[in-house]
């Protein structure tokens, strides 16, 4: 891996502000609370999902609101992309609801998208799926996510960070309330992910929509996220990532440089999935309910 | 050259399926169902023999068939115990043998089968070319309405999905659409053949096109192009006219794929 030696400093502030995030391990996803400026926009409510027998997700709990950034981390096969496709309507829960903001606009940024040679299209032509888009407009779009050169270009064509780049510029030109974002990052090298991030930040400063993330790694996540989410099965923990830079997970990971565009999530896990779901001392299932 | 009636009504049939084809075979390509395309064609022959046994409109007979059969191999594929290529082959040659099966009981008609099965555009009537311009016509609305739908979910379903579009709906308008066009098609190619029509011009539209768009339309021309040749073929070496048409249709290809490896070659040469 090849780090980049940068000293610039963080550009970001956490903007969940003074709130310390509350955390009992319990399963739930308490921090619905302290968010509640923000207009919710979608929120899964107690959430099971089983195939066959196999249980995916067990009573998820998860509100996005308007401006804000969630991350949902876990391991593989932790249901993240279970859980991403039930908010996204693509699968049914076997218990539990959706619920959507009336006329919410989705712009979905997959982790894959392949299209196949047979397929000609440009990035031009890309932009204005599934909805015709005006020229001016979709050539703004890409020079907003810096990738105004690939205009012509065949998207079979372009480099995984091109691609995902353009991937960001259509989801946008639907200018949506929420951005779901399936591991953006992936497949893209140190420097691209940073880059990356800080570009989806700058994007949602401009429009202002709420973002859901889905991330492969457990302990780095964008610097702007508000608010972590961990989820084997269920809910493990959730709250804020810290964002100072003398933490050991960092200095092990940089060297003590501060790169921008990251932070590190602490992991508050009280409970072991050997012998079931175990709570913490302070959990009580009936005192937190959700918003 | 003065042409016969037949001729030039067989020439306005094969220009209005190869129209309609050009855009519907590229989604055939895209979506790789080419077997799918090739089994409803063979049920068509059972929308014939069921036609015939219950005395029906033929062309409403096969586009009811094939949807039915769509419909079927829509529903079956939600099953994981069969691969789905092994489905359409239990379902294209099941339906094929069965319909010939039925044929074979009905005693009183003369079932002038090789016409089924290979086409016989030189015999269409104008009744026959009503039937392929309002067929036509409607399916190429179908596919105008559902089109930039189909495209985003042919990309990436989820995405279409998470983006509110209604696949289940769209995907089943397609299948509509390709049922009307096989029932149409079969008229001027026969039921073996009908898949040719439908994948060749849109393989060989893929050079010459930027985009999904200009892909549809070249296969309509380049289907044109090749039914013209294909029939005028036919009636200047007495061979039969579909295959003549679908031997056309391959030879465009293949001087579209030389011809294109030879552009590239000057290009990369002059730069």
Known sequence: ?291 | MVFEDFFLRAIAAGVGVAIIAGPLGCFVVWRRMAYFGDTLAHSALLGVALGLLLGFNLTVGIIATAIMIALLVTLFQHQKRLASDTLLGIMAHSSLAISLVVLGLLQGFRVDLLSYLFGDVLAVTLEDIYWIYGGGIIAMILLSWIWKDLLALTLHEELARAEGINVTLVQTLFMVTVAIVIAIAMKVVGVLLITSLLIIPAAAARRFSTTPEQMAVIASIIGAVSVIGGLMGSLHWDTPSGPSIVVAQVTLFIGGLLFGSLLNKMVKRSV
């Open chain 1, 1 to 291: 891996m090849v780090m980049e030696k940068t000293n610039t400093p963080h550009e970001s502030s956490n903007t969940s502000g003074t709130s310390q995030p509350i955390e009992c391990g319990c399963g739930h996803d308490h921090l619905n609370l302290q968010f509640a400026s923000g207009e919710p926009l979608i929120q899964a409510c107690n959430l099971t999902i089983k195939f066959g027998g196999h249980t995916a997700i067990r009573d998820v709990s998860l509100t996005v609101h308007k401006k804000e950034i969630v991350t949902l981390i876990g391991p593989n096969g932790a249901g993240k992309s279970t859980l991403l496709r039930a908010l996204l309507r693509a699968i049914k829960p076997t218990s539990g609801e959706v619920w959507r903001r009336h006329g919410l606009v989705i712009g979905y940024v997959p982790q894959k998208l392949n299209i196949d040679p047979i397929m000609p299209m440009t990035v031009e032509r890309f932009l204005s799926i599934p909805d015709h888009r005006p020229l001016d407009e979709r050539k703004e779009a890409l020079s907003n996510v810096g990738a105004s050169h690939t205009l012509n270009q065949s998207v079979q064509s372009l480099s995984g960070g091109e691609f995902q780049r353009v991937l960001l510029a259509r989801a946008i030109l639907r200018k949506p309330d929420l951005l779901v974002l399936d591991e953006p990052v992936q497949g893209v090298d140190f420097q691209g992910q940073t880059e990356l991030y800080k570009l989806i930040s700058r994007l949602k400063e401009q429009s202002g929509f709420g973002i859901l993330m889905v991330s492969h790694d457990l302990h780095i996540v964008m610097a702007e996220t508000d608010r972590v989410v961990c989820i084997n099965g269920h809910v493990c923990c959730s709250g804020a990532p810290t964002q100072v830079s003398d933490s050991p997970e960092y200095l092990a990971l940089f060297g003590g440089q501060t790169k921008p565009g990251l932070a590190v999530y602490h992991h508050l896990h009280d409970h072991t999935h050997d012998d079931g779901h175990q709570h913490g001392p302070d959990c009580d299932h009936t005192s937190q309910g959700e918003q």
